[in-house]
């Protein structure tokens, strides 16, 4: 069975930072393709950032030069490493198991003062 489990969402001051973890289980992480999304209120859900099995990586030109995303095959996880926050990063994160239809439940960032 598939699993994905966010964590470390919060709140956070503009220019702080914040670290999301995405815990995978029941697939062999290492053959997949990770992408962090995100979904503000009344928004579509947009992808954030993305890296392949390879570690090659891709951003949304709203994140490139704050956020980066990383992966730990050994602890079969993902993270986004967000710095320079701005209000406008404030949404619910999701992990998605490569272009499949599993995700995880979200984790809320808010960003504000």
């Known amino acids: 069975q598939v699993q994905l489990v966010e964590s470390g969402g919060g709140l956070v001051q503009p220019g702080g930072s914040l670290r999301l973890s995405c815990a995978a289980s029941g697939i062999i992480f290492s053959t997949y393709a990770m992408g962090w999304y995100r979904q503000a209120p009344g928004k579509q859900r947009e992808l954030v950032a993305f890296?392949?099995?390879?570690?090659?990586?891709n951003y949304a030109d709203s994140v490139k030069g704050r956020f980066t995303i990383s992966r730990d095959n050994g602890r079969n996880a993902v993270y986004l490493q967000m710095n320079s926050l701005k209000y406008e990063d404030t949404a619910v994160y999701y992990c998605?198991?490569?272009?499949?239809?599993?995700w995880g439940q979200g984790t809320q960032v808010t960003v504000s003062s």
């Open positions: 998605r198991l490569g272009l499949t239809a599993y």
């Open positions: 890296i392949t099995t390879g570690g090659s990586t």
